[in-house]
Every structure is written in structure tokens, then in C-alpha cells.
Nanobody
């Protein structure tokens, strides 16, 4: 299984970036996909998720500014980030999850893509 993120980089405060995560080795359409981020010295935190059926969920801090979407034909999930803030500088990770049984979940992570927001 591979999750390959791209689209990170340096952007000014208030700017936009679009992250992509291309998945292989899984039946993409049946997996819930998510974006998480980890800032230096902090724990990894959820940014946004999208279920196999397209239902989305966002961290309160990004609601209204970030949009998660998926293209099952391309096995890709996206994160459109607008009005970025310096405190959102972090490594952004793609995640794929599927509940197999009540006690087993398949969970995969990408290698991360760095986003730096300058003030």
C-alpha cells in the first residue's frame, strides 16, 4: 500500500494550497480518507476526513477554509486550503482507514508533505 502526498510548499499568510494524495494497493473507493497534520513539537491532529460515501468532517479550526474531496476514478484525495495561517505550518499526512471488524481496522499513512505559511 502506498499513499503519496504532494502539493506542499511555502505560501504567504492568507494564501492557498491544494494537497493531493494518490493511493495504490487498496480498493480506494471503500476506504475513508483523511488529512492530519503535525506541527513541530506538537501531536498529530485531525484536519479533515471524508468517508467512502463522501461525508466530510473538519476540525473546527479549519471549517469554512479547507475543503476535502475525493476522486475515486483517480484514487486520489485532495485538501484545498484557503486563508492559511502561520500557525498551520506543519507536515500534512494522508490517511486511509477501513473498519474490517469491531476489533480490526486497516490504517495506512503517507510520508507527509510539508506546508510552511509565512507571516
Amino acid at each position: 500500500v502506498q499513499l503519496v502526498e504532494s502539493g506542499g510548499g511555502l505560501v504567504q499568510s492568507g494564501g492557498s494550497l491544494r494537497l493531493s494524495c494518490a493511493a495504490s494497493g487498496i480498493i480506494f473507493s471503500i476506504y475513508a480518507m483523511g488529512w492530519y497534520r503535525q506541527a513541530p513539537g506538537k501531536q498529530r491532529e485531525l484536519v479533515a476526513t471524508i468517508t467512502s460515501g463522501g461525508t466530510t468532517n473538519y476540525a473546527g479550526s479549519v471549517k469554512g477554509r479547507f475543503t476535502i474531496s475525493r476522486d475515486n476514478a483517480k484514487n486520489t484525495v485532495y485538501l484545498q486550503m484557503d486563508s492559511l495561517k502561520p500557525e498551520e505550518t506543519a507536515v500534512y499526512y494522508c490517511n486511509a482507514e477501513r473498519v474490517v471488524t469491531t476489533s480490526a481496522t486497516n490504517r495506512y499513512w503517507g510520508q507527509g508533505t510539508k506546508v510552511t505559511v509565512s507571516s
